[in-house]
């Protein structure tokens, strides 16, 4: 049974940073992509950042540059590192995991996500 737990979340001001830390538990796969979709009321889920198994991350434009992954595959764990916030990245994040280590470009391609945490920039 696998589940994910997020934790960090919170309100934030614009151009303040937060961190957001993803425990992972039942998790076999070694090498497993690790992701943070992001979901905004009135839009669709959005993957915001996902490293692979070989240490490969993608970022969604919109968070280029001010927005990290880290990722230990030992632990299944990640964090996703938030600077210069902005309004627009308000929002429920959720730590998901593909059971492979590839990553999805799709959120409803991920395997298992979390219960996320809110980010408020006001």
């Known amino acids: 049974h696998v589940q994910l737990v997020e934790s960090g979340g919170g309100l934030v001001q614009p151009g303040g940073s937060l961190r957001l830390s993803c425990a992972g538990f039942?998790?076999?796969?070694?090498?497993?992509?690790m992701g943070w979709l992001r979901e905004v009321p009135g839009k669709e889920r959005e993957v915001v950042a996902s490293m692979d198994g070989y240490g490969h991350t993608i970022y969604a434009p919109a968070v280029e540059g001010r927005f990290t992954i880290t990722k230990d595959n030992a632990k299944k764990t990640s964090s996703l590192q938030m600077n210069s916030l902005k309004p627009g990245d308000t929002g429920m994040y959720f730590c998901a995991v593909r059971l492979n280590s590839g990553c999805p470009i799709f959120p409803r391609d991920f395997d298992h996500w979390g219960q996320g945490t809110q980010v408020t920039v006001s």
């Open positions: 039942g998790i076999t796969y070694r090498d497993p992509c």
